[in-house]
């Protein structure tokens, strides 16, 4: 039995025979790409660069709340006076100068609820708070400052007080670190390429992250702000990552060299 093929048939052959070429091109040319860019990305060397340091603060800043509730302005703000020179004077026994010290003051009107001959009655008062903020190079002085506290509170002077520690020159430690982590990067990658028989070669980038201070005496997870800013000696963390090309080993008619 003879068998005929229309003219569509043969249509249909030759659509499939070239789309199946064009696929086979298109996927040889992405094989030749993924090839192409693993082969370039074996050139690269990326490493990290770290840099730690555990410093001691060299600033403290103490910040000392005097508060007094009254029911006239002239009268709270006279009492309050009164607490804060009592304060002042003791804290001449630190040695502190008076530019080292910023006083600045807030007012608030409240409405509260008092008894009067028996009866609840609203009462208007007025609630007053002067801030004393302290730096100073004394690293002794919150210590100082706490053994004065039951002492006020003995004269009825309300008071919360607060300090931290800080690295006064931090932009410079920041900057040696950066140095010493970028060195520290490029010794890594000199003896990692020195282990499979190779050379270093330029830098291609150099990218810095975030450098994380954190208290000398906690741990890295269970450290916070509030540990941090509390603690005399601090743990400076950096770290860059950084990469390199490796130097391609060419073979001439003077021997090997590399380029």
Same mark, same amino acid.
Request: neutral net charge; aromatic residues 8%; contains cysteine.
């Given at each position: ?7 569509f ?8 025979? *070239?789309?199946? %070429? ?12 993924? /090839? ?5 990305s074996?050139?690269?060397?990326? #490493? @990290?660069?770290?840099?730690? !340091?555990?410093? +001691?603060?060299?600033?403290?800043? *103490? ?29 001449k ?5 008076? &530019?080292?010290?910023?006083i600045?003051?807030?007012?608030c ?31 002794? =002085? ?12 003995? &004269? ?7 300090? $931290? ?8 430690? +920041?900057?040696?670190?950066? &140095?010493?982590?970028?060195?520290? =990067? ?7 390429v020195? /282990? ?12 810095? %992250?975030?450098?994380?201070?954190? =208290?000398?005496?906690?741990? $890295? ?10 603690? #005399? ?7 860059? @990552? ?6 391609? !080993?060419i073979? %001439? ?7």
């Amino acid at each position: 039995m003879l068998r005929y093929e229309s003219v569509f048939d043969k249509d249909l052959k030759m659509k499939a025979f *070239i789309y199946s %070429g064009v696929i086979a091109l298109g996927l040889s040319f992405v094989g030749y790409f993924s /090839a192409e860019k693993v082969s370039s990305s074996k050139q690269l060397i990326e #490493v @990290r660069g770290l840099s730690e !340091r555990i410093v +001691k603060s060299d600033l403290c800043v *103490i910040t000392i709340d005097v508060e007094n509730l009254g029911e006239t302005i002239d009268t709270t703000q006279k009492q309050l006076q009164e607490s804060v020179d009592i304060i002042l004077s003791d804290l001449k026994k630190l040695n502190l100068n008076e &530019k080292d010290i910023l006083i600045t003051s807030r007012t608030c009107d409240r409405n509260i609820e008092d008894y009067k001959d028996g009866q609840k009655v609203n009462v208007r008062k007025f609630e007053m708070t002067k801030s004393l903020k302290i730096s100073t190079d004394n690293i002794d =002085a919150p210590r100082e400052v706490e053994s004065m506290l039951s002492g006020w509170l003995a &004269k009825n002077i309300l008071v919360r007080c607060n300090y $931290e520690y800080k690295l006064s020159d931090f932009n410079k430690l +920041k900057k040696d670190m950066m &140095k010493e982590a970028a060195q520290n =990067a490029r010794d890594c990658a000199k003896s990692f390429v020195g /282990a499979i028989d190779e050379e270093l070669g330029e830098l291609v980038y150099l990218n810095q %992250g975030v450098i994380s201070i954190s =208290a000398s005496d906690e741990s $890295e997870a269970s450290n916070s702000w509030y540990e941090q800013v509390k603690s #005399v000696e601090k743990k400076l963390r950096l770290v860059v @990552r950084a990469g390199f090309k490796k130097k391609q !080993r060419i073979v %001439g008619t003077q021997g090997l060299h590399w380029q």
